[in-house]
């Protein structure tokens, strides 16, 4: 089993950033893929980033340029850096892990994808 904590949402006016924290616990492994997803009010949960074992990074369209997702094996803890924020990334905020590893991008960004899911924390972008 893996528990997973996520946390840094908050409020902030657009143009702001924040950093959101996952902290992964219990069976992890650095061979696990991570990511990140968010779901606004009324909509569906969408992919925001991945990072892989080795660093590589995955991005969806919409932040690319802006938010920046890393990872700390000895912690076992993945940040999402969000910087420029808009309204429209007014969302709850999850952290996930796929334990299958880095897999194709479509494999990536898909949520059934993933095994484990942190609790979301909120993040509210003023205008």
């Known amino acids: 089993q893996v528990q997973l904590v996520d946390s840094g949402g908050g409020l902030v006016q657009a143009g702001g950033s924040l950093r959101l924290s996952c902290a992964a616990s219990?069976?992890?492994?650095?061979?696990?893929?991570m990511g990140w997803f968010r779901q606004a009010p009324g909509k569906e949960r969408d992919f925001v980033a991945a990072i892989g074992w080795s660093g590589s990074t995955y991005y969806a369209d919409s932040v690319k340029g802006r938010f920046t997702i890393s990872r700390d094996n000895a912690k076992n803890t993945v940040y999402l850096q969000m910087n420029s924020l808009k309204p429209e990334d007014t969302a709850v905020y999850y952290c996930?892990?796929?334990?299958?590893?880095?897999?194709?991008?479509?494999?990536?960004?898909?949520?059934?994808?993933?095994?484990?899911w942190g609790q979301g924390t909120q993040v509210t972008v003023s205008s």
């Open positions: 996930a892990l796929r334990t299958a590893g880095w897999g194709t991008p479509r494999l990536r960004s898909t949520m059934s994808e993933y095994d484990y």
């Open positions: 219990g069976r992890t492994s650095s061979t696990y893929a």
